[in-house]
Structures are given as C-alpha cells and as structure tokens.
C-alpha cells in the first residue's frame, strides 16, 4: 500500500514539474517589451512614465488582467529589476536598481552536458559560489555592471557581463570550450632549486613562477641563474658573455618570444636585460636540439613570456640597489587581454655600494671614470587575442637601452668627453591554429634592430672618434605539426631570415673612414619525427634541417644539419641519454680593438663573408647516465664538441696573434658531473665539469694551443633550505685559472720593427691564478592582504672580498716599458631588494 502511495505522490510531482516547466515557458512566450507595456498604461491612465532608454533595453514584463494603476506597477517592480517613484499624480520615474539577481546553467559545448562543481566569481566583489549537481548557480545582489567568471578544471574560462543572467523564467545558458595544452613530460621536480626542471629530452626548464633561491641570486636573474647548471659558466662573470661548453658567447641562441637577442645585458653584461616578473618559462638546450632551432652552435636560451590570456588583473612591483620595476597582467574582455612590464636603473641619480662595485668592474681598464652618468632601462608588452578556440593571435614588444655620459677637464682645460648608447628594440607577431584535431600550424614573424654608437670627444672638440654597429634582423618561420597517432608527431617547417649588419668608424683628425656591410639570406627547411613510448620509458627525436645561406656579393652555399636526441629507462630509476646534432650560423662577434667603444663594449657583430670568416658550423655528440628519484639526483655527461671557422678576430686574442686574422677551429672533449639530495625543504647540490678545450690554426706556430676559454675545472658546491616563509641559499664556486699568454722572459720586447711590439712566449702557455667565490641570499615572503603579497630579499655576492683574476694582457707603455693589465672580478657586492605582487 505504501509503495503505490509513493507511486501516486512520484506522479504527482512529475505532472507538477511539468506543469511549472510549461507555464515559465508561456509566461516568458507571453512577455512583452516594458517600454511597450508602458505606452499602453499612459493611454489607459493619462500619466507620463520618465525613464532613459537604455534602463529598460531588453526589460520584459508579463500583462496581467489587473484593474488599479497600483497593482500594474507593482507588478512590474515585482516581476523586473525597475524601481518607480511617483514624482506627481501624473508623472512617474523609472530607474533599474544597481544590484540585480542573475542564474545560469553551465554546460559543455561539445556534448552539451551539465557542469557542477564550476566556480562562479562576480569579478570586483566577494561575491562567488559554485554551481550545484544540475550545473545551475544563483546570485542575489549582483551589480549590475559587473562582470561574471565561469571556470571549471579541464575547461576555457568564460567571462559574462551581468546583464546577460539577469534572473528571469529561463536562466542563461554557459557554453564552457575544452581547453586543451600540450605538457612536456618533467623528468625531474625540482633540479637544484623549485622552478628548475629538467625535461624528458634532456634539456632544462626554468619556471619563473615558481622560482626558489640560488646562491647570491635573492631575486631571480634569467642569465645568471642558467649558470648554476652544469657546463654553464662565465669567465668574466657577466651575462653578455656566457660559456656553454667552452663555446664564445656569440655562438648561444637567446631567444625572446621567439625572437632572436642581440643584446642580453645591462650594465655592460653585469645583469640580464629581461624581466623575470614577466617571462614566464625558459628553455636552456646544450645539445640534441630540435630542428626548429637555426644558429646556436653551443647552445640555446628560449625565453618565452605566458600565452595563456589573464583571467584577473594582477602585476607587481619591486625595487632593488640598482632599479625599480612595475609589470601587469590585464584582461580586457574574455578573448583579449594584454602584458606589460617597465624597469629602470636609478644609477644616475642615487649611488648605492651594489652600483659603486658593480662601476668599479665594469669601468675598470676604460676611459670612463667612476663619475659618469649611467642608466639602463627595459620596456616589455604583449598583447594576445584569441580569435576563436581554435585560433590565437600573440604581438610582442621588448625595448632596452643602456645609456652611459661623461665629460671632464684636463689640467689644461681641455674638455673631454664620451656618450655610448646601446639599443635593442624588437617586434614579434605569432599566430597558433589548430586545423584539425591532430594537425596544427604555428606562423612566427619578427624583426629586431641592435645599435652600439660610441662617440668619444677630446681637445676641446677638436678630434672626434664616431663608432657604430648595427645589426637589422627580419624572420618569417612556419611550424607544422601533425599527430601520425597518439605518441607520434611528424614536425615541418620553413624560416626564411635575412640579417644585416653595418660597420662604421669616423675619426676627424687624422681623417678616416670605414664603412662596412653586409646582408645575408637564409632559406632552412626543417622536419623532424618524435616519438615517446606508451610506457614513457623510451623518448626519441630525430631530424634535420637544409639551410641555404645567400651572400649577394660572396658565395651561396647549401648546409644539411642532421639531429639526434634519445633517452631510454634501462631500469627503474635509471636513464641514459644519446644526443647529437650539426649545426651553423653566419653572425660572430669580433674583439679587433682594446679601447673599442670607450674600452667597455669591445664587441661587434660582423657577418661571414665566405672568405675572411667563413660560416661558422659544429657537430657534438653526448652520452650520459642518470640515476632519479624523488629525493636525489646523480647524473653523468661526456661530450665531444668541434667548431670549425674560427676567425682570431672573435675569440680575443690578446699576444702575438691578435692581429693575424687566421682562421681555425677548436675542439672540446669534457664531461659533467652533478649529485642533487633534496627534499621539500632544502636541496644540497655538488656539480664539477671539466673540458679540454684546444685551438686549432695550422697557420700558427705552434698551431694547436689551449682556448681562451679552456678552463678544465669547475666545482660548485651550495645548497638552499626553506622553513615557512624564509629561504636561504649558500654556495661556494671553484674554477681553474683560464689560459694566458706572457711576455717572452728573455727577449720582451721587438727593437727590429716600428713602432716597437712586445714578443711573446708560445700561447696561452701560463694560467690564472684559480677562481674561488663564496655567496649567499635569502628572502622573506609575507602577506599584506587578501591579494597582496610582499618579500624582502638579501644577498652577498663574493663574501670573502677575494680579488679573483679574470684576465690578464700586456701593452707597451708611453717610455716602452711592458704594462700589466688586469681585470678583476667583483668584490664584496651586498644586495637588498622588496617587492609586492598583487
């Protein structure tokens, strides 16, 4: 009996729902416009309704057989978001409330099932919910103006402006897109510090976002952090002149949002010239690099700023010893929103210890004095459009400038002076379609302007020195990717680069000129298949690229660049790693001149002519074994690396051979060690790498001596520990003293040639006196409100005060005597910095 008195009530309730389901779908059927409802009630009453036009846009209202003037009108103001005021017996006011009532149904657009669980947040106010089983949600006092978020995991946020759910028989319906990202597989979690990982095919990444400590580093620094991996060092301790490998810093790829860098620095190389607030993740290759990569003979740097559209408005700024920075992330709408970021040196304005140090290296051995006036600045924006789900639009823009002034006066009063300015603007546009659900495309553009002037005043004007370098890049690349199945992707594409640089130098007294160019078009297709087992256990990788490089003038020459990558789990934990590659570029950096650009920026970028300096190319190939788990990490490389086309002009020669022009190659055969204990609250690290590194010139005597850059060892033994809220970072780094060339003890100087030069002993026969440098950092993170969070950074860079020897060369004096010059690295450099993030 019971069961059929449920049955009847089931029923019941049925026929009731129905019954609701039909009547909201008459009443919404039988709703007129209000505006139109409101003429008819002034004929009928004789009164006038006072309102603006766009209060009651899309307002409608059910008419109801109601006899009396005030139960029409409070029909209304019950059924609709409309407040009336009776101003007379006549004339009435209407206005909308500011706060409304607003539901929805969220759906999938693909099979058009509920979402619940999605959150709901009213953008501006506390106001957020989730929606419930049905995927329906419910809000009460809702301004009007506001704009809603819809996010659910797995989904494409969706951004609804309030008067699209305004409450009525029918809510709105939320169509929520599939968001789908390709992740590369993280081999390692955290590789030296949080942020930094390493990835399935060997290669690094590091994640800004996510950014821990390193030794002397309190805030993250792109180029300087890249340095604590094995194989990365700087000989002179700047980020202009990187070591991947014992290669010459003009042989790394830097890339920016896909754009090629010419200039990475600040300060003349002593920070890196790209906001870490605002790059999102960067890609550090040492070898087995994907085809898609042209240049980089030893290695390749892809920063990249975020892609993905900001659903809030969020940024943050900073100051430290030497700048201060702003950066914002700022949605527009649901498909559009934009990036931007500002940092500046006060460096002319305010002297502070980190800034006296950091002159005393960087205008050591220069014609510039301590007093000068320099500033850097950098200027980043990026604006991405989603044209639909299927495709994006990204522009990118980075400007960065360093700005170096000073003058003096002689004992005679003779005025002298010098300006130097080095410029980088960049424009990028990348546009990502997905065709097909296993076939994409991906079309790149850019252009990129370098300029290095140098004018140096002296003699009360009377003789002028001009300097510039120039280089103009533009780059057009197409990426196609095409999923044979489900763990096969055939990669192809097509570059086509032109660059040109210029050479001027102009000096008044005594007259001369030189005016050098170049331009050189470069043609690469590329394809590549990659593979990864179903299992994980097996990644391959396997390519090449066909380039065609065109000198107008010189030679046309064809160049094939097979790669390699392969990593295989030979047992639980255990991996071995094979890469290969070939490779070639057409851009080198020359050092013809001591006092270059006041004796700072000694560097000019020149291009192959096919004769004095032929197209630079290498091969390398690496094996190595790793041992991983979740709490260490004991990881071993070989490799052999060869360069052939070498001028001596751009490896910066400082003896006998600095002038001869000969061309050679180099050959580096090394290895790298590194153990890695960590866990969830500190990381111990030990790293040694060691290279021998061998020039090649068989028109010298001797002909095969040690590289400029041969520095056989390098250890690095530091570590960081987190407790809450405080991190702390220790290290200490050893090098090997890099080669140089002595004056000949017995016979110093040459009497028989004029003017006098100084005769030297067999080439980089001595060496530097070894390299030992201690740091620390550390930071504090705090909450200032709900979404605001503050950190105090500190660090010490060289805390010993050590005078380490960075380079030593010789020069004949105004008597004829021998000069020793030295470089010197940088002393005891504390640092201190704050930052919010909103």
């Known amino acids: 009996m019971k069961k059929k008195h449920h049955k009847h009530i089931l029923i019941c309730l049925v026929l009731l729902c129905f019954s609701v389901i039909a009547l909201g779908q008459q009443v919404a059927k039988d709703a007129i416009l209000l505006s139109d409802y409101l003429t008819t009630l002034e004929q009928e009453h004789d009164i006038k309704f006072s309102f603006a036009d766009n ?15 005030t139960s029409k009108l409070d029909h209304i103001q019950q059924n609709t978001d409309i407040v009336i005021t009776k101003l007379s017996d006549r004339y009435y006011s209407l206005t909308k409330v500011s706060t409304v009532s607003i539901c929805g149904f969220v759906l999938d657009n693909f099979e058009q099932n509920t979402i619940p669980g999605a959150t709901v947040e009213v953008l501006g106010t506390s106001l957020t919910g989730i929606t419930d089983t049905t995927g329906r949600f419910y809000m009460n006092n809702v301004p009007r103006t506001a704009l809603v978020l819809v996010k659910h995991l797995g989904f494409k946020p969706q ?9 009525t028989a029918m809510c709105h319906k939320i169509a929520m897109a599939l968001s789908y990202q390709e992740l590369e597989e993280v081999v390692v979690s955290q590789f030296l510090t949080t942020g930094l990982n390493k990835l399935s095919d060997a290669s690094f990444e590091l994640n800004l976002s996510k950014f821990g400590i390193l030794p002397g580093i309190s805030e993250p620094d792109i180029l300087q952090t890249v340095q604590a991996l094995p194989g990365i060092k700087s000989v002179d301790e700047t980020v202009s002149d990187i070591n991947i490998r014992g290669g010459t810093n003009d042989q790394n790829l830097v890339l920016w949002d896909h754009i090629k860098m010419y200039q990475t620095g600040h300060f003349f190389g002593l920070i890196s010239a790209f906001n870490p607030y605002v790059t999102d993740k960067v890609s550090i290759i040492k070898n087995g690099t994907s085809s898609i990569y042209g240049d980089g003979l030893s290695g390749t740097m892809d920063l990249r700023t975020s892609d993905q559209l900001p659903i809030y408005t969020n940024g943050g700024t900073g100051f430290n010893l030497i700048s201060g920075d702003l950066f914002g992330n700022i949605p527009i709408n649901e498909r559009l929103g934009i990036q931007i970021s500002a940092r500046r040196s006060y460096t002319d304005f305010l002297s502070t210890p980190t800034y006296t140090v950091f002159s005393e290296k960087a205008f050591q051995d220069s014609q510039v004095d301590n007093e000068s006036d320099f500033y850097f600045y950098d200027f980043t924006a990026k604006v991405l459009y989603e044209i639909d789900q299927d495709h994006k639009v990204q522009l990118s823009m980075i400007n960065m400038s360093n700005n170096l002034s000073y003058f003096e006066t002689s004992d005679s009063n003779a005025v002298n002076g010098s300006n130097l300015n080095q410029d980088n603007i960049s424009l990028g546009t990348r546009l990502q379609s997905n065709w097909l659900s296993n076939f994409t495309t991906d079309l790149q553009f850019y252009y990129t302007q370098y300029g290095l002037d140098a004018l140096t005043i002296s003699n009360n004007e009377s003789q002028r020195l001009q300097q510039n370098n120039l280089v103009k890049e533009s780059s057009v690349k197409l990426i196609t990717k095409y999923a044979v199945r489900k763990n096969l992707d055939w990669i192809n594409g097509y ?21 050098i160019k170049g331009v050189i078009r470069k043609h690469a297709l590329f394809s590549e298949l990659q593979f990864t087992s179903e299992d994980s256990k097996f990644y391959g990788r396997i390519g090449g690229r066909l380039n065609y490089f065109e000198n107008l003038n010189t030679f046309k020459e064809y160049i094939l660049e ?6 295989y789990e030979l047992l639980p934990n255990f991996k071995t790693e094979a890469m290969g590659e070939f490779k070639s570029q057409v851009t080198n950096q020359i050092i013809d001149l001591e006092q270059n650009f006041l004796g700072i920026e000694k560097r000019r970028w020149i291009l192959s002519d096919g004769n004095t300096l032929p197209i630079t190319k290498s091969k390398q190939g690496s094996i190595g074994v790793n041992y991983d788990t979740d709490k260490l990490y004991i990881g071993i490389d070989g490799f052999y690396k060869e360069v052939n086309g070498i001028n001596v002009f751009t490896q910066g020669f400082q003896n006998q051979n600095q002038f001869n022009g000969e061309i050679g190659s180099y050959a580096v055969k090394g290895a790298e060690f590194l153990i890695n204990k960590k866990n969830n609250d500190y990381s111990l690290w030990l790293s040694y790498t060691f290279n021998k590194n061998d020039y090649l010139f068989n028109s010298l005597t001797p002909s095969k001596f040690p590289n400029n850059l041969d520095v056989r060892h390098a250890i690095t033994l530091a570590g960081n520990y987190t407790i809450g809220h405080f991190k702390l970072g220790l290290g200490l780094n050893y090098k090997s003293g890099k080669p140089f060339t002595r004056p000949d003890a017995d016979d110093p100087i040459d009497n028989t040639v004029f003017p006098r030069e100084i005769n030297y002993e067999e080439p980089n026969r001595s060496r530097l006196p070894e390299y030992i440098r201690a740091d620390a950092s ?19 860079l060289n805390i010993t005060n050590r005078k380490n020897t960075l380079n030593t060369f010789y020069r004949l004096g105004e008597d004829n005597s021998i000069e020793t010059i030295e470089r010197l690295s940088l002393g005891l450099t504390p640092n201190a910095s704050f930052r919010l993030r909103f």
Do not use: C, M, W
């Open 562 to 567: 097979p790669r390699l990558n392969i990593t």
């Open 495 to 515: 570059e086509l680069t032109e660059t040109g640089i210029e050479n001027r130098t102009n000096i008044n007294q005594p007259p001369f000129a030189s005016n």
């Open 159 to 167: 951004f609804i402006e309030v008067e699209k759910l305004i409450n």
């Open 55 to 69: 209060a009651l846009e899309n307002v409608y209202v059910k008419p109801l057989d109601l006899q009396s003037l």
């Open 778 to 796: 550390a930071n504090y993170t705090f909450v200032l409100g709900k979404t605001i969070k503050g950190t105090f950074g500190a660090s010490i």
